[in-house]
């Protein structure tokens, strides 16, 4: 964590150096003071805006992470399905997300509907990708074991199959995070009634408050940066096995077996 | 010290699992050639033979994993020949899933058929406790040393409750102190749980340790080479390894298997192939 706020400070000085040296003047590239500053005095305002352009990028992110896992498990299922959506998936992605704006404006309005779309277009690609390839990937021996023990399907899907691929999983959840905010602000620039901080920079640019565009980019980027986190600290308590020896209390059942060992009789159940 | 060359017609009442006739192709390769076996309730046979000889297809036979070409496996008298979940199953490579405890790796087999419950959880923490375990109850797996990891392994297939466990070269990739110690705790379990064990492995010391008999296999095509009962009085300890009658075995079995090896398929003198 430490060093997220090194990084971070480091680009900051690197910034300031950069314009002492250049001496680029202020409306074109404004020190870093001046972005904070601009945030800083605009709190309420910048408050507001922060918020729409979250709230589209968690609730379009939540939908594309979502779709993304329920069409990975069918499609890893269902090899007809598998076989015929595998081609319009890559397509989804050759489609200039721009391009998809517009036609979304015109069907859903220009509500939050659109923006989520958005959102959710670019996020559960990668989230599909990953899925797929983890499922795909499961130990054969693993799975062989589980129907030497007498698994159902289902079961051995869930207890095998599905938890082998949470790696995966959360890989195409970092990705989608990173750009999740990406769509939110193209979703704000075709698609807005409301404004959020990528209509503000548009409009900013418009009036020359450079300023106010480097604020407002300051922002997305926490925005991106935070959502990676979180992701991050999702992770960390979704797979305990990777960080830690032993279960901890939150995580499935723990057993304490009474202190001494029974006598062998004591077992006949297990014959 | 008695070596009977072959014995395959034990008391039909008390055949735990017999082998009838197993005949398995992959593609032109005759991997089983007319293989016959019959194992005892409560017997410890082992399975011995070079890479290739097919033990490792009349065990994925047995399971039920493999569909075999033609013959029976009879599971106390009935049909179990592509039929998984019948018998125990372990592998060299232990399987834990990483995302679960040692606990849960144990009732594996509970939670995979109908949901494990608190009595099965129980159940599995009493086994795991009285065969030294129980202090890794909440551990994962990558806690824990290769041994212990195959000791959990042992313990989920017992926990299962087939009362015959099929065991693949289980410590093959585990050093020899380790190994040795594992043959001992195995032998514990098998003694006081009552179960039939087909143990695989190319180990000779090994399979002589463990057995009550030993099966030896011979490959091109595979086939039983020879069955040797094992006469060392049990409990086996340590020191039964450098004993005279287990010299004088592992004699007997390092020239059926040398003798094969040279002689490319055609049987060694001295040694009797089961028609």
Redesign the interface.
Known sequence: MLLWVVAIALIFVAWQVLLKLTGIPAYVIPSPGAALAQIHDNAELMRELTWQTVSETFYGYIVGAVVGFLLAVLMAQMPIVHRLLYPALITSQAVPIVAIAAPLVIVFGFGLTPKLIIVAWIVFFPVVVNVLDGLASVDQDQVNLARLLGGTRLRTFLIVRLPACIGPLFSGLKIGASYAVTGAVIGEWTASSRIGLGTFLLSANAQMNTAGVYGAMLLLTAIGIGSFLLVLVAEHFATPWRTRMTAPAWFGRRVTPSAPPPDPPAREGLK | MTIAATDNAPDRAAVKLSVKHLTHHFGVFKALADVSLDIRPREFVCILGASGCGKSTLFNAV???LKVGSGHILLDGRDIAGK??E?G?M?Q?D?L?????V??NIT??A???R?ATN?D???A??????YGL?DF???????LSGGMRQRVALMRT????RDLMLLDEPFGALDSQTRIGMQQWLLQIWR???RTVMFVTHDVDEAIFLGDRVVIMLPKPGRIGSILHVELPRPRAMDCLTSPAFVETKRRIMEMLYSQATLHGVPGPGLQVPA
Not at chain 2, 125 to 130: G, P, S, T
Not at chain 2, 137 to 143: E, G, T, Y
């Open positions: 399971s039920g994993l998984p979940g018998v199953y592998l490579k399987l899933l990483p995302w679960r405890t606990l849960g594996l087999g939670s995979l058929t949901g009595d959880r129980a159940q923490a009493d086994l795991a406790v009285h129980g109850l909440n551990h994962f797996p990558h806690a017992i926990a299962a409750g006081e749980l009552n």
